[in-house]
């Protein structure tokens, strides 16, 4: 069983439309995150959400927004899309000793 | 500056070789990963340390509070090796990790 799982892997889409991706896991972690890497590989925190409430959310714009309906999931929407949005999106889980990723999902926005 | 630092940013080696990564932080943690990024994008964390040293087959990492500075070891490289290596911090349980830029790593047969 996968231990952070993303959806969709890649998604490609235009210039203003609106996203979700997806990310469910089956660790019992209290802590999840999004992560966003760039063109140069560095990865930078976005979002973290604990027992479902939000704990950091970092200089992003407000067209992203993280939603928890419950403490396996945290989804990431994100409105009206922009070619600088383009990036791989890493969802994460942790707990005292331990912590996972997600494969990612690469968004290209053209 | 980064408040994560890794050296060296691009590393090669032979096969066979015993190779280090270092990390350098300069801010309060509660522990530090590794972690490791293959070409096809998937991360996964390789420790999880918040003192001394543990060790998973020919992989070693270490780390030195007082002196702020983690190591990863590789005993006997290998070309399935080559990948990105990174580092991150847990800043004393604020649930956020500052990650460094990443070791690249390439191992040649």
């Known amino acids: 069983d996968t231990a952070v799982s993303q959806t969709p892997k890649y998604l490609v889409t235009q210039m203003g439309n609106d996203k979700s991706i997806k990310c469910e896991q089956n660790?019992?972690?209290?802590?999840m995150y999004w992560y966003k890497q760039d063109s140069k590989k560095f990865l930078k925190i976005m979002f973290s959400y604990n027992n479902k409430e939000l704990i950091i959310n970092e200089t992003v714009p407000n067209r992203f927004s993280p939603k928890s309906p419950d403490k396996a999931h945290l989804n990431l929407h994100i409105n009206s899309l922009e070619l600088g949005d383009s990036a791989v999106y890493f969802c994460?889980?942790?707990?005292?000793?331990?912590?996972?990723f997600g494969q990612g999902t690469r968004l290209t926005v053209v | 500056k980064n408040e994560v630092e890794q050296s060296p940013q691009n590393l090669t080696a032979q096969e066979g070789e015993f190779i280090t990564i270092n990390c350098s932080y300069s801010?309060?943690?509660?522990?530090l990963h590794w972690l490791q990024q293959h070409p096809g994008g998937g991360i996964v964390s390789l420790f999880m340390l918040s003192s001394g040293k543990k060790k998973h087959g020919r992989l070693i990492a270490t780390i030195n509070i007082q002196e702020k500075h983690s190591s990863l070891h590789i005993t006997a490289s290998h070309p399935r090796d080559s990948a990105v290596y990174i580092c991150?911090?847990?800043?004393?349980?604020?649930?956020?990790?500052?990650f460094g830029t990443g070791t690249r790593l390439k191992v040649l047969a």
């Open positions: 994460a889980s942790s707990a005292v000793g331990e912590a996972f």
């Open positions: 660790l019992g972690h209290d802590t």
């Open positions: 801010v309060g943690i509660s522990a």
């Open positions: 991150a911090v847990d800043t004393s349980g604020t649930y956020k990790y500052i």
